[in-house]
């Protein structure tokens, strides 16, 4: 097992910090007891918890107008792995990457899953990118992919998905996870059901090549890089085209994909209803696709996300088990230190969501009694769960304090000598 | 049959019109026969449109501040129709009333039925009413009707909805619509999925109870009146709902009741293509389901949603026959103008899309010309239809000018006459 | 001194949970000076917090499309000081009502103070009403008001405020709050600049009648009741007309007023620095002006408002005083409940935003250190304040927990049998 | 005088087209002075009309996901003037170019002006670019430019203005366009007020260096690239900006950086009535900046917004003289191809709003007649003014089909040979 940061970095600091850490949990798990809650049983439930983390996340992003790369960003996937390890070792819940093809294609796979696997990481769902031309491709994606008029286009894109379920299988993913940009940005460029209709007979064409244990999971998005209409643009036409597609298929809910104003804990409550919420990739919003840090801006919001989720896995609604995943734009911040830091808000919601009374929420919920119904929730919300996520983190050998441990440990500096070139990354998306 | 405007009163008009409508209509024949339009075939087309009004919408309308009645407004579903009468008199185009129960009750509704067939009036679909407690109701819908957690409150919604259907039976209508304003203002009021199990029970019940020539007609609505949540709050849900509850239950179109941003002749596509479009409530807004005239504010979209329309008519797509209704609230106008001007320019949207050459449309698309497929639209739309509307109009002894003759009937001057007391009308919804 | 609660009722329940909460309050004093933050100090800030209650937020409200009234809802302005005494006596933050005209007017404004003053309730700003006719009025606001085309109508509405003023001079109220509807709901209805000069020269001949000491707030509202255009449509139009006016005229921010997506607490930090910032109307909301309580849909956007307040405090930006009050429409809940717990909401911003280290943030503002800036106010959020608040009510003989004393106490009920009629209720609002 | 399309292809165009336009044009001649308007009269409005076009939006655009280029994109400023040359060779409405420094600086400005007169284009505003970096760079604009918390970084962009204004001077430019991306992606990240200081500060800095004939243009935008705060986010901070900069600085008015659902006209009225109405950009747009082509979403919008400057026009409104320019960005059509079609939408705006009787709609907003306000700028709307267009470009010796011209003459196909290297073009944005 590696480390790619030393180990006595993190304890060093953690030994500063475990004292007032011990106190804190301490008086917290006295007042959870009041309300009947054990502290230990949900620190447990914050240890189990995991998110996965986009490989091309680790660099900065951008905007059409432009990218302000920081200093040691990584140059491919091996080096992403390396920021994907200090991740995981100082938040303790991201044990999983989720790679990008073509950008993370490498010769040799098994040397890249012997490289992740040296650091205890492992593959969440693959990537396909139909969105982009590639140096050497025949076709150009410019009017679509799976939808374009043209068929040599939609199975260049076919062929390109199934290939990535190759690349996938060589590194233990189980999950395909399709996302397009075809659409228009012109009234009448595009003929609505003729397009989606072409759709629906790739994403079919691609269900064909998953494995059986496979799932494929579609992702919606109201508008970019489409301007006048996207093809999946909302959860009905993604739940729809994963009920045409298969019982593998499922959708994919990416928080800042909708329009504005729109109750996205009710949408993933109807994609739980009907069997089809496949996962999520976490961000916040304030006015479109900003990708901004989870939790940053609306934390309620993705809490009530998560009171849904908590909601079905307490229902044990059948079928129920969503892929939770990272996906966001580091612009202005160093990327390890914003995913990091994200990991472990979307881990707060969940805990606080798992602090809900439910029995007391259903009765308040017949009774119509929506104040405290509304309570209930923003009580469970307003307890500070801060010493429960340091505690799960203390005993699983991470940060209690992540930032500090990793500014402390100059892997930022380091990396910057070790990668002097990044102005040819494609990382970060832009 | 009788005439709600003294027919002379309209042709003493037209006589002034009719020679420069003659004029318009030859020199835009010609223009159009240079591109291979038939000016008569559209012209028939247009005489032969038509949409239903809303009772209620002969009523001025109101916010939750005000209401400013006009004078001489409908006391009753009588003093309606003769509204409804002049509406299709001078617009040629409205011959349908679509009727809202406990409000359009009566004793007799074979005088009812008499009452409009004297004018040559029909009815189409009927609305039930469980957004409203009624006098002497037993149980309340404050928390809700078909989705209320007391078993006893569904039921009595359910029997409305049924007893509805048997009032339209009397009156020859064919369709149910339910719109229900069931959801919550508080997160946690409500579970969201036990909410929508409801509403499907509850749908089927009545779906049960319809006859089997009629359709039922779910209508969703992104908000108000409930403002955090709205059980039928998107086409995802309503599509879901009718896809559950049976073949001839069907999705409508309320063209206000979107999330912003929202591209609606997307969604109209997709509910041909899944065989689920039921009809529209059409309207016009700007901010949320401001319910304003039809074609005020984005004519331009109107005209898409008719381009999808007609796209579908052309291409004999199985079980298209949506219905057309307006349903808007008439704040600050004369609630006859506004509809009859709005019947106008829901047809003007719908002759425009029949101007789309879709042979060149299609051509366009298939090569991605996305320039010149917008052209084809914006040409289409650019052109002035007014004479064929007019034509339309003239051919049918409607008026060629509505909005002059009906001021020149002075008819509501008289109304205001007539109708002394308006202080208690339930018309125009507030 | 009266109360409208048995203060045996109140001391009761504190009884039982002063334990506790004395627990609760020594360990979150403990955990706050280690950051060198002292609880007592911060529960003064809490003790001293206030925010003002409208008197027709007693009553139930509605929507156009429904109201469904509670029982024992007041019936008159008295009855609701009944209501605000019960509010601000278990809260201990709701001192004052704000009045609105004519809805409350009396015959003796004198016996009227004497009721408030034995509650130990104050007056805020007084609310002029040229939205709605009422019976007996000359002119009508169906076509506006400040800006109507007809110097009769302006005139009206000019002496309504001023006699508004004069009304609430004999309440001992120092501020005038002026929001009108007008607007249109066509385009071409209004000329724009032409609306606005009249209203200019109104909101001028309304600022000349305004005592020496007191301040005049103009409050925007993007739409509703105006569905096309309002008058004074953002902060742009009211900071412009209020810097017309003159220099005690004020901008009042409500919540629920802006565009979708709109940085509110950017608007109040410029509102600050022109020195405008009159003060605001909290609730919260989703989709429009939903008028929901406050912060139970986006509790982090009003802890940055307060944090904008709090930081113009400590930064002593002069002439800052803005003026709280509550403006929500309470359709589902107890209204005095929502009050009560809306109030306490209020106050928890502001205790949090309290707990911001100033400096700290200031220094990574420099260093533009986005995320250890943006944890610096998630941090505070994240502080689970309740017992400073609940220490701060209990030290002031209000409840320790508010609403369970509220049922407890059984005013509704009593409210329900002492008041039966509340059918003609003007209060809520509908 | 040079052609960057053989004059002879443009006639020989026109010929074909010209006996049909000119029977289009007599017959509308005929039904406009039915109506008492002179088609000549507007036809010279419409000849006199004219647009900036941006030198960036010669090249293909883009997204943060991708950009498509297309084959013979101008590789510099020199080739950039030809394609503008094209461009108002064929539309007649579109002889001056907006140049964005540094992309567009030359050694020699004298060679470029010599080149651009030689196709009879001038120069509008002329842009600074301070929301990117450039390879020579001492400081970083990532954390902002003229409101850096870096007193370097702030001179820096000062500088950079005031080397625009020199650049521009040699071109005979009198405007200077400022939009910056300055703004924060976190709460906390930056100080709103005092970020607000620091850019009055430079704004003033950089207007003490604009010669005297000169205006300086402030451009606001909601977001796009900073996602949580943006420091002139609307038409409010901006105005203030400008007023507070000095008087010949003014607020110009991107019709897709505004909220949702914005009254766009509302806010060009109030520049105009404060006499800081400096221009436009135009474009389109459905969801967010989406830089569409103008008028081809929302036309009836674009139409509105010209209404308001027709009646400022009209007014004779002192200081009225806006700068019009488009500004899209060309992601899925040939660039020329949508600057020849936008340019030509726009100027249909223009020349419908000309049609508006203003007496007769002033005659309406007095009475409050608002079906006939409305249906005055509809009947405006829905006149076919395309045979003006036409006739305009006709007398002009532009083309009267400009796109099948423009097809026709094989421009694009020549650049393509002639230009081979585009991949590393910084036009179009990316």
Redesign the interface.
């Known amino acids: 097992m590696k480390y790619a940061i030393q180990p006595d970095v993190v304890s060093a600091h953690n030994d500063k910090l475990a004292s007032?850490l011990n106190r804190?949990f301490e008086?917290l798990g006295e007042?959870l007891s009041?309300k009947g809650v054990d502290i230990n049983a949900l620190t447990e439930k914050a240890q189990a918890f995991d998110i996965a983390v986009p490989s091309w996340g680790t660099g900065t992003?951008?905007?059409?107008?432009?990218r302000?790369p920081g200093v040691g960003e990584p140059r491919n996937i091996f080096e992403k792995v390396e920021d994907c390890a200090v991740i995981h070792q100082l938040s303790g819940c991201a044990s999983a990457i989720s790679p990008h093809f073509p950008w993370d294609v490498v010769d040799d796979f098994s040397e890249l899953k012997a490289h992740s696997d040296s650091y205890g990481l492992s593959w969440s769902s693959v990537n396909s990118n139909t969105?982009?031309?590639q140096p050497d491709q025949a076709q150009?994606?410019?009017?679509g992919s799976l939808t374009h008029?043209s068929a040599a286009v939609r199975e260049q894109a076919i062929a390109h998905n199934t290939q990535v379920i190759e690349w996938g299988k060589k590194l233990g993913s189980d999950t395909l996870t399709v996302w397009v940009?075809d659409g228009?940005?012109?009234?009448?460029?595009?003929?609505?059901?003729?397009a989606?209709?072409r759709y629906l007979d790739s994403a079919k064409a691609i269900y064909a090549a998953l494995p059986g244990d496979w799932e494929m999971h579609l992702e919606h998005k109201?508008?970019?890089?489409a301007?006048?209409?996207t093809v999946i643009?909302?959860?009905?036409?993604n739940?729809?085209a994963a009920m045409e597609t298969g019982e593998r298929c499922k959708s994919l809910v990416d928080l800042g994909h909708?329009?504005?104003?729109?109750?996205i804990?009710?949408?993933v409550?109807?994609l739980?209803?009907?069997k089809k919420l496949g996962g999520f990739h976490f961000n916040d919003?304030?006015?479109?696709d900003?990708?901004?840090?989870s939790?940053?801006?609306?934390?309620?919001q993705q809490f009530?996300i998560f009171?849904?989720l908590v909601?079905a896995e307490h229902r044990k609604q059948p079928g129920f088990s969503p892929a939770y995943m990272l996906d966001q734009?580091h612009?202005?911040?160093?990327p390890i230190?914003?995913l990091i830091?994200s990991a472990i808000e979307v881990q707060r919601s969940y805990i606080k969501a798992l602090l809900v009374d439910r029995t007391t929420?259903?009765g308040?919920?017949?009774?119509?009694d929506?104040?405290?119904?509304?309570?209930?929730?923003?009580g469970a919300?307003?307890?500070?769960v801060?010493p429960i996520l340091a505690m799960a983190r203390f005993r699983k050998n991470a940060a209690i304090n992540p930032?500090a441990t990793y500014r402390a440990s100059q892997y930022r500096e380091q990396a910057a000598v070790a990668r002097p070139d990044t102005g040819g990354s494609r990382s970060g998306?832009?």
Chains 1, 2, 3, 4 share one sequence.
């Open positions: 007032d804190d008086v007042q009041r992003g951008g905007t059409r107008f432009a302000f969105f982009q031309d150009s994606y410019k009017y008029t940009g228009s940005n012109h009234p009448g460029q595009q003929h609505f059901q003729r989606f209709e109201m508008f970019e890089p301007f006048y209409s643009q909302d959860w009905g036409s739940i729809l909708h329009a504005p104003n729109v109750n804990e009710m949408i409550s109807r739980i209803q009907f919003s304030k006015y479109g900003d990708d901004l840090d939790g940053s801006i609306h934390p309620y009530l009171n849904e909601d734009s612009n202005v911040t160093d230190e914003s830091n929420l259903e308040y919920q017949q009774d119509n929506a104040l405290m119904a509304s309570n209930t929730l923003k919300f307003n307890v500070d801060s930032l998306i832009v």
